[in-house]
């Protein structure tokens, strides 16, 4: 038995492998299909070895085989007139044997024909319903008392060797026993075991990859060794020539973007409406544009440089399996890039790029948070800022190096200059007043310092220019007050300049003018 079982699913491959596919026909081809199938004869005529076997009594030799046979099948063959005629003697004789089942007409043997029966009416190639379209047959044959059927030659050994999936069977039933019969009196909760479902199509992937298999088990393992580097090192150098020649510059034009978007909020009313979430769908915007610009520059790479370099290792093969190893490196490359875009090339990475962008609009020029009462005309004769600033800054130089005496009348005539312009011109920007600011502070701690006789002279001068044209400019005066410590060792009248300091400091602390305007000792 076991031999003819062993041969007949050999027979049942070959003669159904032709006809198996995973694509299913469509509905014009299908009955065309099926009419040309009815027409060819059949190369092993089971219903003639069924019937014969259902008369002389020897069911329990035949139906294994056939079973074997009849599980190959395709899904199209249960649909021809031959095959449904199979179909409807299996369907009787399982039928006949249920009758001598509860007959009590040996068991094991009716038993181990509609077991095996069923199986093969349950596997997913075979039409549902079958047992709908059955027809009871009018005429009943009588087998022989003594026949193979009726001599139980059917064990449990046998019945558990072309059954194997009894097995699972009796392991659950075994477990509902011992859980039924443990000292807890509680019946276990078997979950069900449900049959495997029919198996599905490959996807076009899974199918690419099997082809893929195929084509390098065909060639010496080298090919898909060098094939595997190839694509590696195209992913390598591609990743490697994009971060240094292009990131860069997309992320300078997203920061320019970014800029030019914030510049548009200098209204303060308008801060709180660019808040963080603006931030994180700009990013979102850049991050898409990114990724587009790698997937278009990507393909063109893999392809270029594959075929150069395929052509150089792999020079002892034809044309075709260049080109399909070409077509192989362009996929492993191409999914190793996108592998590494979505690793990188994220919206967290240009969310962080952009929220720096932006902390550092708001520290260095405050574009968000200050706003300039400039002059309501524009005077273009004025001194421009960087003029007057030039001018500050010789002064100071002058002072530190100790090449020349300050000359006052040249810095009162520039702090002129200097009040004329924050009156005159509306092209001043918050870094200029800023620049103003500082830099007048300094210029007036040095000749407190160094000369602070002279500074008698321009005190009111400075004073006044703080308080009646920057002090409304949102940008406050700061002295530190260790280092003007430091500084005062150096003064040649230590008490005259420590006098002024505590003038200067009562001036920057908005203080009103009879806590400062005094002589000097």
């Not at 001599?151 to 011992?178: E, R």
């Not at 808040?275 to 587009?292: A, H, P, R, T, W």
């Not at 500084?487 to 009103?512: C, E, R």
């Amino acid at each position: 038995m076991l031999t003819l079982r062993l041969l007949a699913k050999f027979l049942g491959f070959i003669t159904f492998l032709p006809y198996q596919s995973v694509n299913k026909l469509p509905d014009e081809v299908h009955s065309a299909y099926v009419n040309i199938r009815n027409k060819s004869v059949p190369s092993c005529n089971i219903l003639n070895y069924l019937k014969e076997a259902s008369t002389r009594g020897r069911l329990c030799l035949t139906i294994p085989w056939v079973v074997e046979f009849l599980s190959w099948i395709d899904k199209l063959s249960p649909l021809l007139d031959y095959y449904q005629e199979i179909i409807h003697e299996l369907l009787y004789i399982h039928r006949k044997s249920w009758y001598n089942l509860k007959a009590k007409i040996c068991l094991e043997t009716q038993l181990f024909i509609i077991i095996q029966i069923e199986w093969l009416l349950g596997i997913p190639n075979m039409p549902e319903g079958i047992f709908f379209t059955f027809c009871e047959k009018s005429e009943v044959c009588e087998i022989p008392e003594k026949c193979l059927d009726k001599m139980n030659v059917v064990d449990q050994s046998l019945l558990h060797t072309c059954c194997p999936y009894l097995g699972s069977i009796k392991t659950l039933l075994l477990d509902f026993a011992i859980g039924s019969s443990s000292k807890a009196s509680t019946l276990r909760k078997i979950t069900p075991i449900a049959a495997d479902d029919s198996v599905e199509f490959s996807s076009r992937h899974q199918l690419q990859l099997q082809l893929e298999d195929n084509f390098f088990h065909n060639h010496p393992t080298s090919l898909k060794k060098t094939v595997d580097f190839i694509a590696k090192r195209m992913v390598s150098n591609f990743i490697k020539l994009f971060r240094s020649r292009k990131l860069e510059s997309l992320l300078q034009q997203s920061r320019n973007t970014f800029t030019e978007t914030v510049e548009q909020c200098v209204d303060p009313a308008n801060i709180p409406e660019f808040n963080y979430e603006d931030v994180d769908d700009l990013s979102k915007d850049f991050m898409q544009g990114v990724q587009k610009c790698l997937k278009d520059e990507m393909r063109s790479y893999v392809e270029s440089n594959g075929r150069k370099v395929i052509q150089v290792l792999l020079v002892d093969y034809n044309e075709t399996v260049k080109l399909f190893s070409l077509k192989i490196i362009v996929r492993l490359a191409e999914e190793g890039i996108h592998q590494w875009i979505a690793a990188n090339i994220t919206k967290a990475f240009f969310i962080g790029e952009m929220r720096q962008e932006r902390n550092k609009l708001l520290k260095n020029t405050k574009v968000l948070m200050e706003k300039l009462s400039l002059p309501e005309t524009h005077d273009s004769f004025c001194r421009q800022p960087s003029e007057i600033l030039v001018e500050f800054k010789d002064f100071l130089r002058d002072i530190l190096l100790e090449e020349s005496k300050p000359n006052l009348e040249k810095i009162t005539t520039t702090l002129h200059e200097a009040q004329k312009m924050i009156l005159s011109r509306q092209d001043i920007t918050v870094g200029v007043v800023k620049t103003l600011k500082d830099i007048t502070l300094y210029l007036a701690i040095e000749l407190i310092i160094n000369y602070p006789v002279d500074w008698g002279e321009v005190k009111k001068l400075f004073f006044d220019f703080w308080n009646n044209h920057l002090r409304d400019k949102n940008s406050e005066l700061a002295l530190d007050y260790g280092k003007l410590e430091r500084l005062l060792y150096k003064s040649p009248k230590k008490q005259l300049s420590q006098f002024h300091l505590k003038n200067l400091s009562a001036v920057i602390l908005g203080l009103p003018a009879s806590s400062y305007i005094v002589d000097e000792l």
